[in-house]
């Protein structure tokens, strides 16, 4: 799920420089989604049976040249024990053949924002629904509080360690019109100083199963969700004409 990791002093360079590290961003990101272990490319989601170990060789065999497979892991939400799984890539998926690009918001420095970051002692651990749990949680490690006021009205935002980097989920009034229904995926920028951070909403990016209905993503806690539009960052998906929604 981790991307590129951004310079922290992006909100100190000029206009013109960040405007220009952005537009990279947005094609780095549509290279990445595009590729053949890319968000679009998962066609295949196959949790196995308890006991059994995945065998990503052997699922390959007789699958097209186009195919990997790869193994992954969660947390059984009735038993607690581990749940193994394989996961399907295909190079040719119909939804890479289908895809066009992804809207996005016009480049705001207005949204760049710094945050007070305030580590916690231990590995604690909050809760997020996730989008194909039905209604169930799933614990993860949230490593400090990030704090800033927007539009008047302050926020403490629980972002969680996604492989050694921040991520942030949050949801606003944007959601399921002009931006993903499920809410925004958001990477935090650390700095030089551990007790500040920098949010920029201008990379907001549609969370992976916005691409594919094989992943299962965590949704917005209450304590972040914006009461007023993030209009900055990506929108929506858009397809080529003729091609219909895989999901």
Aim: charged fraction near 25%; aromatic fraction near 8%.
């Amino acid at each position: 799920m981790n991307e590129s990791a951004v310079p922290h002093s992006i909100a100190d360079q000029p206009a013109a420089d960040a405007v220009g590290q952005w537009h990279a961003w947005r094609a780095e990101r549509h290279r990445a989604l595009t590729s053949a272990s890319g968000n679009l490319a998962l066609v295949e989601t196959r949790w196995l049976p308890a006991g059994t170990r995945p065998d990503a060789e052997r699922a390959r065999a007789g699958q097209p040249d186009t195919v990997t497979v790869t193994t992954l892991s969660r947390t059984d939400l009735v038993t607690g024990g581990t749940e193994d799984g394989l996961r399907f890539w295909d190079a040719d998926a119909p939804a890479i053949r289908a895809f066009d690009r992804v809207d996005a918001f016009a480049y705001d420095p207005s949204w760049v924002l710094h945050a007070t970051y305030t580590p916690v002692s231990g590995a604690r651990r909050v809760s997020f629904e996730h989008l194909r749990d039905n209604g169930g949680t799933r614990d993860l490690v949230v490593p400090g509080d990030i704090t800033l006021t927007v539009d008047g009205r302050d926020y403490t935002l629980s972002a969680f360690d996604d492989d050694g980097t921040l991520l942030l989920v949050f949801g606003d009034p944007t959601n399921g019109d002009t931006t993903y229904g499920a809410g925004r995926f958001l990477f935090v920028q650390r700095t030089e100083d551990e007790h500040r951070v920098l949010l920029d909403f201008n990379r907001a990016f549609v969370p992976p199963c916005g691409f594919s209905d094989q992943y299962n993503c965590p949704m917005p806690p209450r304590q972040n969700r914006f009461h007023l539009p993030v209009e900055a960052g990506e929108k929506l998906p858009v397809l080529r004409a003729g091609s219909s929604a895989q999901h």
